[in-house]
Structures are given as structure tokens and as C-alpha cells.
């Protein structure tokens, strides 16, 4: 008889618990529904024209010629999902998560990252170097990068840029209730952003001073841009954009990050 399946959201405090309603340990026993289909996460790659269906209904373009800015959109979906799980486990358990996509199902809805579903045991034991705590996490990261810029010319670093831009927000957001950790110091984002070449999550956002008194002083600004602007008519930049550190006052008037 499989163990019942167990929601991430059941671990975290109700700020987080949105975040991971739709993350589970195990399979959950509910029908994925009409237009969803159950995948092996190792078998992404094969989805490419799904991916680019769902992102080009949301946002327009053209597949053929738009791929790698929608596929970065994509991307920050999925991440929707695995960021706050490996950082619920790793944070708030103080344990590491196994990711590894042989042993992790990805429903898609219509292309769009609907659930997604660890192994039963995928949980491992308490651990307090945070190397380790995350060690899933950062593989886990690596092969789907690796996957979507598999599937266009992109290049991974765009890719963990979002990924890092979503885990500064979940560290900044997320309580350190981790029973093997210090509340002293938070070692978790210490690690994770650590200066170092061989590190792609590397001080994802930056404290910058703005040429223009529209935008804040200091303005956090990420490393590196997420390429929306190629897709037509996405002409609104988000509210971290490096591109909006470039742009002269009467081009920043007419963008929302402003305001």
C-alpha cells in the first residue's frame, strides 16, 4: 500500500503555505484533470511545443522566433514551484530534498506547471550544513536549466537569474525555524549568494545607485535580465530589471516599476 501523499504546504507558516499547496510528497491521490498530463520531470525536454503553446497564449510571440524569451518566462513558473519546496525543506526542516527529476513527476496543465510531485522519501535527514541542505536544490536547478537551454539559445545564466531572483524573496520571507540552525545569522543566503565564480546563484540581486530620481535610491536591481522585453508588446519591464538602470527619464515615466 503506497503512504498517503503529504502537502509541502502542511510544513510551512500560512505566508509560505501558498507557495506550496500544489507540492507533495508522494502522489496525491486526486485526478491531475482535463488537459493535464503526469510526466516524468527527466522527460521535459520532449514537452518543448506544450511549454511554448501555454507561453505564447499568455503572452503572444511567435514560437519559432521568440523561444528563448518564453521559455524564460516559463521557467520562472516552474520555479514557482521547486524554489519554495527545496527551501521549505532545506529552511524550515533543516533537511535536504532529493529533486533529482528520475524520482520527481511534473503535472502539466496546458502546458503551464500545474503540480509537482517528490518521491515519498524524499525527505532526508536533519542536516545543518547548508551545503548539504541544499544540495538538491542546486542539482535539481542545474539538470532543468540545463533541459530548457537544451531547448532554445539561451543561456543559463538568464535561467538562474530567475531562479536566484525568486530565492532572495523566499530567504528574505521565509522564517528561520530550522532547529539545527542559529536565528544569529542567516547562513542559508550566505551560502546560497556566496561570492564565488563557480557559483551560478551568485549575488542575484544588487544594491545599485540610479542615475534617475525616478527610481529608488538605492535600487535592487538583478544581475541579469530575463529577456521578456524580446517577446512584442511586452514593453512593461519588471520592478528589478537592470535594463531600467539604462533607460532616460521620459522612457522610465512610462513603466509601472515606477510607480
Not at 484533470?33 to 510571440?61: E, K, Q, V, W
Not at 545607485?209 to 514593453?235: D, K, M
Request: with cysteine; charged share 20%.
Amino acid at each position: 500500500m503506497k503512504p498517503e501523499a503529504r502537502s509541502f504546504a502542511a510544513f510551512a507558516p500560512p505566508a509560505l503555505a501558498p507557495y506550496l499547496q500544489h507540492v507533495w510528497l508522494g502522489e496525491p491521490a486526486h485526478a491531475p484533470g482535463d488537459n493535464a498530463m503526469r510526466i516524468p520531470l527527466s522527460a521535459l525536454p520532449d514537452h518543448r511545443a506544450a511549454l511554448l503553446d501555454a507561453m505564447t497564449a499568455l503572452y503572444g510571440g511567435d514560437a519559432a522566433h521568440h523561444a528563448r524569451a518564453l521559455l524564460s518566462q516559463w521557467s520562472k513558473y516552474y520555479f514557482g514551484l521547486a524554489a519554495p519546496a527545496g527551501v521549505a525543506a532545506a529552511r524550515l526542516l533543516g533537511r535536504p530534498l532529493d529533486m533529482s527529476p528520475e524520482r520527481t513527476h511534473l503535472v502539466l496543465m496546458n502546458g503551464m506547471p500545474a503540480e509537482l510531485h517528490f518521491d515519498a522519501d524524499a525527505l532526508q535527514p536533519a542536516d545543518a550544513d547548508p551545503a548539504r541542505r541544499y544540495a538538491g536544490l542546486i542539482a535539481h536547478l542545474d539538470s532543468v536549466i540545463a533541459m530548457l537551454s537544451g531547448m532554445t539559445k539561451i543561456a543559463p545564466r538568464v535561467l538562474w537569474s530567475n531562479a536566484g531572483n525568486l530565492l532572495d524573496y523566499l530567504l528574505a520571507n521565509c522564517p528561520l525555524q530550522c532547529p539545527t540552525m542559529s536565528n544569529d545569522a542567516d547562513i542559508d543566503a550566505a551560502w546560497l549568494f556566496r561570492a564565488s565564480d563557480a557559483n551560478p546563484l551568485r549575488t542575484p540581486l544588487r544594491d545599485a545607485t540610479p542615475r534617475s530620481p525616478l527610481l529608488p535610491n538605492p535600487f535592487r536591481a538583478r544581475r541579469v535580465c530575463c529577456v521578456r522585453y524580446e517577446i512584442p508588446g511586452e514593453t512593461q519591464l519588471c520592478a528589478s530589471c537592470p535594463l531600467l538602470l539604462t533607460m532616460r527619464d521620459e522612457e522610465l515615466a512610462l513603466q509601472d516599476a515606477i510607480r
